[in-house]
């Protein structure tokens, strides 16, 4: 009996987890004086976007409404254009750009609670250095 119950247990809970809807970050959130909302209230949590053709255009995450986390943009073939993080609400730690192979950076740049830090270094598509800039 005991078996019986655990297992009705764990399928109860996959099937809320699977039905339960995903945010669109385009549609169902709110942008307010530089917060996130979802139904009136501050938004925690992820969020994804995509295309016409279906294919994603980006994630992303929230905590209190801020930006938070890492952030994926990808381009309409679904390869990973920008990888970004943020620490409430700023940019910071280090963002890759690449180009739209989805593997070749073209551009690191780095983020101390939203201003410019570190080596920003921008390569070319054969991965030369094209330029680097100190802030």
Same mark, same amino acid.
């Given at each position: 009996?005991? =078996?019986?119950?655990? +297992? +009705? =247990?764990?399928?109860?809970?996959?099937? =809320?987890?699977? *039905?339960?809807? %995903?945010?669109? *970050?385009?549609?169902?959130?709110?942008? @307010?004086?530089?917060?996130?909302?979802?139904?009136?209230?501050? /938004?925690?949590? !992820? *969020?994804?976007?995509? &295309?016409?053709?279906?294919?994603?255009?980006? %994630?992303?995450?929230?905590?209190?409404?801020?930006?938070?986390?890492?952030? &994926?943009?990808? /381009?309409?073939?679904?390869?990973?254009?920008?990888?970004?993080?943020? =620490?409430?609400? @700023?940019?910071?730690?280090?963002?890759? &750009?690449?180009? !739209? !192979?989805?593997?070749?950076?073209?551009?690191?740049?780095? &983020?101390? /609670?939203?201003?410019?830090?570190?080596?920003?270094?921008?390569?070319? /598509?054969?991965?030369?250095?094209?330029?680097?800039?100190?802030?």
């Amino acid at each position: 009996m005991k =078996l019986f119950f655990n +297992v +009705v =247990l764990l399928f109860t809970l996959v099937s =809320l987890n699977s *039905c339960a809807s %995903k945010v669109n *970050c385009n549609m169902d959130l709110e942008y @307010k004086d530089g917060l996130t909302y979802l139904n009136g209230k501050l /938004f925690s949590g !992820d *969020c994804e976007s995509f &295309y016409e053709t279906g294919a994603m255009m980006n %994630k992303q995450t929230y905590l209190n409404g801020m930006d938070h986390g890492t952030w &994926y943009f990808y /381009f309409k073939n679904e390869k990973i254009e920008t990888i970004a993080n943020f =620490l409430n609400n @700023k940019k910071h730690g280090e963002w890759k &750009y690449y180009y !739209d !192979d989805g593997e070749t950076i073209r551009q690191i740049s780095h &983020y101390k /609670f939203g201003l410019r830090d570190s080596v920003w270094t921008k390569y070319s /598509f054969t991965g030369e250095i094209e330029w680097k800039e100190k802030y």
